[in-house]
């Protein structure tokens, strides 16, 4: 079963086609990695399916509703969450905050009754909180929770964007190189957790630069170089593709 | 020393007038990053609506709700014909939009409402109310109450509810609140009807004091942008202390220099403030992560 549909996506940046023509699906439980070398397109793609870029050419569809250039809080209210590459965070929040934002998304608080603090005000306030440190706890932030945002790592702040983006409960959740600027330990914890959010049913796209992250955990995976889809499969199979050692992997990785 | 207490009281007065001006330019640059250079021009429509509302028959209340309600579709449509359509234009481009905003509101005041100077009667009567030696208008009172119901009821909806929380959220990072399903857009939106609603009860409770005419506005804004500037700009408590100190001091130069000096006091503190403390008051200093 298909829930995200890319079909024949483009945009030109003043005559240079950024991405051409690119097409692929994804289904729950599927975790798709989109790889190519540094200025493919990678993060442009991801733009443009997130709505934060308006596609000059293609279609984006959403468990069969058609959601191209619909705007991201649109977008997040239909199940499709993303991070970004250079994080996106309510920097002077604490962590806690940050997650529970995430979950006021699935609240229906009236003016009213928020005012004047009643029971069922609280009641939603609590659960949320509950979540969020929940969510927290598994991605190994619990003892940052009350820090300001703004005072962790870069790492950190990477789990913190996927705590939030999980949150909001994700049917398609696209991850903008979750392991960039990521230690040894911390890049398997992302792949563990990768694999655990996979496993719930969420559709996974994933643009990393990583490549044994990328190889361990995705189910397929399509290839870009210089705004073109050139390959796409299974791990193995991609990664025999001459087309992609070529253009990607390189001589040298070739060769080990 | 009632001298100082009388002193002391008018400058909170206007201080309270300048505070919510001041909160309307930090509603508006929480939201969007742009100095609403019109925000002088609601307080004066706050007036003068009111003024033109009461005349034709309406009773006090209703006329000044009127003019609360229709300042703030007029904050509403200038965001959206003004601000919005401009959006992707650099901060200083929208700045200059509000001047020029600010300066067509007060053309067009000038036209309808007229160059006179116009009032309506004090909600509670003109007698002063004597403390320690020192006296009171009622209408002060009215002011300086309207104030703290003001920021009472903003500090509880941006601490309480989901919506203010959503406004707080899109000042702090506006992709992340899209990101976590905020809508942006009517947030903007909102930021600018409250502050331009903001902006005109401030001229519905003055303006029995100061009076009113189409030129009025200009004033407020420069004190108000002193006060924001000072308090620390972004900052809603920095809005309170920076219109409360900018109006004691213009009260206090007044009564001990001269009051045709009172205006400098505004002045003196934006440069002391671009000088030795830009961030303001209550700011914070900008640091970049690399």
């Known amino acids: 079963m298909t829930l995200l549909s890319i079909e024949g996506l483009g945009i030109c940046f003043g005559g240079i086609k950024a991405v051409h023509d690119v097409s692929f699906a994804a289904s729950p439980g599927e975790v798709v990695s989109v790889i190519g070398p540094n200025g493919a397109g990678k ?20 468990n069969g509703e058609d959601v ?13 969450c993303r991070t970004f ?20 998304l699935q609240e229906s608080g009236d003016v009213l009754s928020d005012l004047l603090n009643l029971p069922a005000a609280r009641r939603r306030a609590k659960d949320a909180e509950a979540g969020a440190r929940e969510l927290l706890r598994r991605l190994g ?63 996974v796209l994933l643009v990393e630069h990583d490549m044994k992250l990328v190889m361990r955990i995705s189910s397929h995976i399509v290839v870009l170089d210089h705004g073109e889809k050139v390959a796409e499969g299974d791990p193995a199979t991609v990664s025999r593709n001459p087309a992609v050692i070529a253009a990607y992997l390189g001589a040298d990785d070739a060769a080990r | 020393m009632s001298e100082l207490l009388q002193f002391l009281l008018s400058g909170v007065t206007v201080g309270a007038v300048y505070a919510l001006v001041a909160l309307g330019f930090t509603m508006i640059y929480n939201a969007s990053d742009v100095v609403n250079f019109a925000q002088g021009e609601f307080v004066m429509l706050g007036g003068m609506i009111t003024v033109f509302a009461h005349a034709a028959g309406a009773p006090l209340p209703l006329a ?8 703030a579709a007029l904050g509403v449509a200038m965001n959206k014909l003004a601000i919005e359509p401009a959006r992707g234009a650099p ?62 009821g903003l500090w509880l909806f941006f601490t309480r509810t989901l919506l203010g929380r959503a406004v707080l959220a899109t000042s702090n990072n506006r992709l992340a609140a899209q990101l976590v399903g905020i ?39 420069l004190k108000g942008f002193a006060a924001a ?27 001990y220099l001269s009051s045709q000096y009172k205006d400098a006091a505004a002045f003196i503190i934006i440069f002391a403030v671009l000088f030795f403390r830009p961030q303001g008051l209550f700011g914070r200093q900008s640091t970049d992560r690399v």
Not at chain 1, 50 to 55: A, E, K, M, Q
Not at chain 1, 92 to 98: D, I, P, S, W, Y
Not at chain 2, 128 to 150: D, E, F, M, Y
Request: with cysteine; glycine share 12%.
């Open chain 1, 43 to 62: 993060t442009t793609l991801f733009n443009m399916i997130s709505g934060v870029y308006r596609p000059g050419s293609g279609r984006v569809v959403l």
């Open chain 1, 68 to 80: 191209t250039a619909m705007s991201p809080h649109l977008l997040a209210r239909r199940g499709m």
């Open chain 1, 85 to 104: 590459q250079n994080l996106q965070v309510f920097q002077t929040m604490t962590v806690l905050e940050n997650v529970i934002a995430g979950f006021h």
């Open chain 1, 141 to 203: 932030l619990e003892r940052a929770a009350e820090r300001e945002a703004g005072s962790l790592s870069y790492g950190s702040l990477k789990r913190l964007e996927i705590a939030r983006a999980m949150a909001l409960k994700p049917k398609v959740l696209l991850l903008d190189e979750p392991a960039a600027g990521c230690n040894a330990v911390e890049t398997e914890e992302i792949d563990h957790l990768i694999a655990e959010i996979a496993a719930s049913g969420v559709a």
């Open chain 2, 64 to 71: 000044a709700l009127t003019a609360v309600v229709a300042t």
């Open chain 2, 91 to 152: 901060v200083v481009s929208l700045v200059i939009i509000t001047i020029g905003a600010s300066i067509f509101i007060r053309g067009a005041a000038q036209l309808i409402f007229g160059k006179q100077i116009h009032r309506f009667p004090a909600f509670s009567g003109e007698d002063p109310i004597r403390i320690l030696g020192a006296t009171i208008l009622p209408q002060s009172l009215w002011v300086i109450g309207g104030a703290v119901v003001i920021f009472v």
């Open chain 2, 183 to 221: 809508n942006t857009p009517f947030v903007m939106t909102l930021s600018f009807a409250m502050s331009a609603g903001i902006g005109a009860l401030a001229g519905v409770l003055v303006t029995p004091i100061t009076l009113t005419a189409y030129d009025v506005g200009l004033a407020f804004a």
């Open chain 2, 229 to 255: 500037m000072l308090g620390g700009m972004g900052n809603p408590k920095g809005a309170l202390a920076g219109g409360l100190i900018v109006g004691v001091l213009e009260a206090m130069t007044a009564g």
